[in-house]
């Protein structure tokens, strides 16, 4: 098995360097892929050193998957590349997540949509990935009509440039700026650029992606993103009305069995989420578990989760290990 890991260097590629070993993945030949000024220096992978490949190179040493995580432009250039060639594609940017003839996956909810002739998958945003993980299964029990999220998201989602910014801040030195405004000590209500209809470019693509990984159009959902000064990971206040009426202790069942969530509702020993202890984790974490007093069948959560990992690279990887596991990979030829 031969795997190319493309945008190697940066924060989610390196995430899903580590990713792989700790899960053990199949990995015979690394490939690490990344921009033509980063050709050339090493990293090292299960103890042994791998020269990092240009994109040409990458094809021509055929892996059978590609885990891309290099940008919205370069995914939209070379992952038809990879794909010509036979290499299955993971890609984590936006570039192809609303397109109609690409699936765009959560292991945990709709895996089994996947076929060998997937060649281009999309890995979903971050602040997405960890909501639907929480709501899928309340959906298939209650079928929810609405949703209302705000989320607190963590620097690392917007890379290295951003982290550094946090650090200088914090160290009370000048550098680089990822954003407009500082974010130490300060909140930025805005993640993305604006559209035409007021909201962000990561507002609405939770609201797109939700629907469609869940394969229900009629699930209505707003959404207000919000940069904050942590790392570790982001977190979500989410407000879920539902057709039909649920028992509090049904709704802690369902998430404790639900695949990939952990629930953390102990408010009597002020147990709940926090970025900081779901930093390094797979899963996705829920709390403060309630009913909304305000409106009949609705009901308040709080969700956080590691985005390098489960918002990022350990989503793709398991869509990589579920591909294995189904054997709907095989040997990539060029053609």
């Given amino acids: 098995?031969?795997?190319?890991?493309?945008?190697?260097?940066?924060?989610?590629?390196?995430?899903?360097?580590?990713?792989?070993?700790?899960?053990?993945?199949?990995?015979?030949?690394?490939?690490?892929?990344?921009?033509?000024?980063?050709?050339?220096?090493?990293?090292?992978?299960?103890?042994?050193?791998?020269?990092?490949?240009?994109?040409?190179?990458?094809?021509?040493?055929?892996?059978?998957i590609a885990l891309f995580s290099a940008g919205g432009s370069t995914s939209l250039e070379w992952a038809p590349q990879f794909a010509a060639a036979g290499i299955t594609v993971i890609d984590n940017s936006s570039a192809w997540r609303m397109d109609p003839a690409k699936k765009l996956v959560v292991p945990e909810i709709n895996a089994h949509e996947l076929t060998a002739n997937d060649k281009i998958i999309a890995n979903p945003n971050c602040s997405t990935i960890q909501m639907v993980v929480v709501l899928n299964p309340l959906h298939k029990k209650y079928k929810i009509k609405r949703v209302v999220v705000s989320t607190y998201q963590s620097v690392t989602g917007t890379g290295v440039k951003a982290v550094n910014q946090m650090?200088?801040?914090?160290?009370?030195?000048?550098?680089?700026?990822?954003?407009?405004?500082?974010?130490?000590?300060?909140?930025?209500?805005?993640?993305?650029?604006?559209?035409?209809?007021?909201y962000t470019k990561e507002e609405m693509k939770m609201v797109h992606e939700t629907k469609k990984i869940m394969s229900d159009d009629s699930i209505r959902l707003t959404s207000t993103t919000v940069r904050i000064p942590v790392m570790g990971g982001h977190s979500e206040a989410v407000n879920i009305e539902f057709e039909n009426e649920f028992d509090i202790n049904e709704v802690r069942a369902i998430l404790a069995k639900a695949p990939g969530v952990v629930v953390e509702d102990d408010i009597k020993n002020q147990v709940y989420p926090m970025p900081m202890n779901a930093h390094n984790r797979d899963e996705v974490f829920v709390g403060r578990i309630r009913r909304d007093e305000s409106q009949d069948k609705s009901l308040n959560l709080w969700v956080v989760a590691d985005n390098l990992r489960k918002g990022a690279a350990t989503n793709a990887v398991q869509i990589a290990e579920y591909l294995v596991a189904q054997k709907l990979v095989k040997s990539a030829v060029l053609v």
């Avoid at 000590?185 to 007021?198: A, C, E, H, M, T």
């Fill in 1 to 64: 098995m031969k795997v190319a890991v493309v945008g190697a260097t940066g924060l989610v590629g390196t995430a899903m360097l580590k990713v792989l070993e700790e899960r053990n993945f199949p990995v015979d030949e690394l490939i690490p892929v990344a921009s033509e000024k980063s050709v050339g220096k090493e990293i090292i992978f299960k103890g042994k050193t791998y020269t990092v490949h240009s994109m040409t190179d990458a094809i021509a040493k055929k892996p059978q």
């Fill in 167 to 198: 650090m200088n801040e914090r160290n009370g030195t000048s550098g680089e700026m990822a954003y407009k405004y500082p974010i130490d000590l300060n909140v930025i209500p805005q993640i993305d650029v604006f559209l035409d209809n007021g």
